[in-house]
């Protein structure tokens, strides 16, 4: 018994890898050739950018280096001077256990916000804030304002605002944000800043370091730096973390360099 298909049978079979037994004599026929329509790209960030520029940009506002906490705070809420700020829920400022205007022993800064950060309104959520909460608590630290530890914690982002598309933080993202870093540290005067991810160091270093702020996260942690007159130690993002578990043991040694700063011997 032979088996009568027709053409687009025998393609869905070849296409499944069947091979399709036909007598010699008889001719296997032949599918038409599918013209093959162009690709249609997906738009890159850029043009992501360039189509949201409905609202206009302007430039940083005038005074930043002289604002105090509150006019910072404001500032940064409704900054319009890059393309981060079109679609964003919020602009990731600060939170923590200090108080507004106080200064603080500790600054942790994370990357930039991911798309569950810009709808909660803080940095760390989820199973990297779980993650982040348990390693301030074996260093007898917390970020909750209710829950102080004895030693005040402030955590911001490196940048901002949420990045189009879920893209990486550019250049010039961190290089727009860095004011408004650069004034946080001013104000809290910390006794050391824990940078958590390959963009916060580099928001942090590259005033120090220049293309050296770039260099894989491995060569930039184990040793203290120095950012605007304060401390800098290197670490992972607890984000990075959940998906290598084995270099938790070299984050908890930045974490003892660290408190190294904070209480020193």
């Not at 400022?93 to 200090?98: D, E």
């Not at 290089?175 to 958590?196: T, Y």
């Amino acid at each position: 018994m032979s088996l009568n298909l027709d053409t687009r049978q025998r393609a869905i079979l070849a296409e499944m890898g069947v091979r399709v037994w036909s007598p010699a004599n008889t001719p296997v026929p032949v599918q038409p050739a599918v013209p093959v329509q162009p690709a249609v790209p997906s738009p890159t960030a850029a043009a992501v950018v360039a189509r949201s520029s409905a609202v206009a940009l302007s430039p940083l506002p005038e005074g930043l280096a002289q604002m105090d906490w509150a006019a910072l705070s404001h500032a940064a809420q409704t900054c319009q001077a890059c393309g981060l700020c079109q679609g964003r829920q919020h602009s990731l400022f600060a939170s923590g256990s200090a108080a507004p205007g106080q200064t603080a022993d500790w600054l942790i800064v994370g990357d930039a916000p991911t798309d569950a950060e810009d709808r909660a309104g803080h940095a760390f959520v989820g199973d990297e804030g779980v993650l982040l909460d348990a390693m301030l608590q074996a260093m007898g630290l917390s970020r909750q304002a209710q829950h102080p530890g004895p030693e005040h914690t402030v955590v911001t982002s490196a940048v901002k605002c949420h990045p189009h598309d879920n893209r990486n933080p550019s250049a010039e993202d961190i290089a727009h944000c860095h004011a408004f870093l650069q004034r946080q540290i001013e104000l809290l005067q910390p006794k050391v800043i824990l940078a958590l991810g390959r963009f916060a160091a580099q928001s942090l270093l590259t005033p120090a370091l220049g293309e050296g702020a770039s260099q894989p996260l491995g060569k930039l942690r184990g040793q203290v730096h120095q950012a605007h007159g304060r401390p800098v130690v290197v670490s992972y993002h607890p984000t990075y973390l959940l998906r290598t578990p084995s270099d938790k043991a070299k984050a908890w040694a930045d974490l003892c360099l660290a408190m190294q700063q904070v209480r020193p011997a």
